[in-house]
């Protein structure tokens, strides 16, 4: 039986791939997507998602517009982190979208979404992978939320490695008072995939070939995207090994499809929600100092090759 879920997106080039794989793998049961601001101002994040399932033939899968701006602190500048603009652009390299978002606010479809699904066996899995700004809200709307969500799987965070401040990541960063409020909910099972396990996954220009040469609309626009990404990365924040970039987002997809492409630990989790040099950094008790605990399932690592192969076979279809 096909997994179900929402998934929880600021589109960008990462979230682009991340649904396309979500909406293509035969595994999975895509049921609608919500947008938050992010990586781009959330109209954008909207319209490029509108773009990337109209492009790939799924447009039936509804799209649901979040919030514009983080849930505690107006004051607190729209995030941007360093290079976003190289590696992500604003509109998606894609035909403009021909379906149109639903008139319902994402915090409230997801707070309504998950107290109707909330009796079933199969309860979908919501997968954020922005800013949890939506996640928080519907948490605040529906104090039956977090226990109407049984699993979580979030992109975001980073333990060693870090992408917008010296001590941050950007997702966590964007919003940290909704990080706080998620990781602290209780909700039944958290997985955390943050840039330590996202890092360790990376795709190649090689890859992209691959993913180009496949000839269908999902592996052009992977390739498009993620070729985007490695240059963007090249100028921004190169890394170890040239020619290729992590696709943080996809990540969470593939842990749903085959769980051993990441490996988990169990850790008490929590973020510093402080305006200082550490606001939106994520603690994680490796060492068990804070004696509380366990909350989340972190991911440090991950399996490249078949993070990359799954790409392939899913986007070959």
Avoid at 70 to 80: E, G, L, Q, V
Avoid at 197 to 208: I, Q
Wanted: with cysteine; hydrophobic share 40%; proline share 7%.
């Amino acid at each position: 039986m096909a997994q179900r879920f929402v998934i929880d997106v600021d589109t960008g080039t990462d979230d682009a791939v991340a649904v396309m794989l979500a909406a293509l793998h035969p595994d999975c049961d895509l049921t609608a997507a919500t947008t938050v601001n992010g990586n781009v101002p959330v109209t954008y994040c909207t319209e490029n998602t509108l773009r990337t399932l109209d492009f790939i033939g799924k447009s039936e899968i509804p799209v649901y517009e979040g919030c514009a701006e983080p849930i505690a602190d107006a004051d607190f500048p729209t995030p941007r982190a360093p290079g976003e603009s190289k590696v992500h652009g604003d509109y998606l390299d894609l035909p403009p979208a021909h379906s149109k978002k639903q008139p319902l606010a994402a915090a409230r479809f997801l707070s309504e979404h998950f107290a109707d699904e909330a009796t079933r066996v199969d309860r979908p899995t919501l997968v954020p992978t922005g800013p949890l700004s939506n996640v928080a809200l519907a948490l605040k709307l529906d104090p039956n939320f977090g226990t109407n969500v049984k699993r979580l799987v979030i992109m975001g965070g980073g333990h060693e490695v870090v992408n917008v401040t010296p001590s941050a990541e950007f997702n966590i960063w964007a919003d940290p008072e909704a990080a706080h409020v998620v990781l602290t909910s209780g909700i039944e099972e958290i997985v955390l995939v943050p840039l330590d396990a996202t890092h360790r996954a990376l795709v190649s220009l090689d890859d992209c070939a691959q993913l180009r040469a496949l000839g269908t609309p999902a592996g052009t626009a992977a390739a498009t995207f993620i070729e985007r990404r490695i240059h963007g990365y090249s100028q921004t924040q190169p890394l170890m090994r040239p020619g290729s970039a992590p696709v943080h987002d996809a990540l969470c997809v593939a842990f749903l499809i085959d769980p051993s492409v990441i490996s988990i630990e169990k850790y008490w989790v929590d973020v510093d929600t402080m305006r200082g040099l550490t606001v939106g950094r994520t603690v994680v008790d490796t060492h068990q100092r804070s004696g509380r605990e366990p909350n989340v399932w972190v991911a440090l690592d991950a399996d490249e090759k078949k993070f990359v192969d799954l790409l392939l076979e899913t986007f070959a279809g």
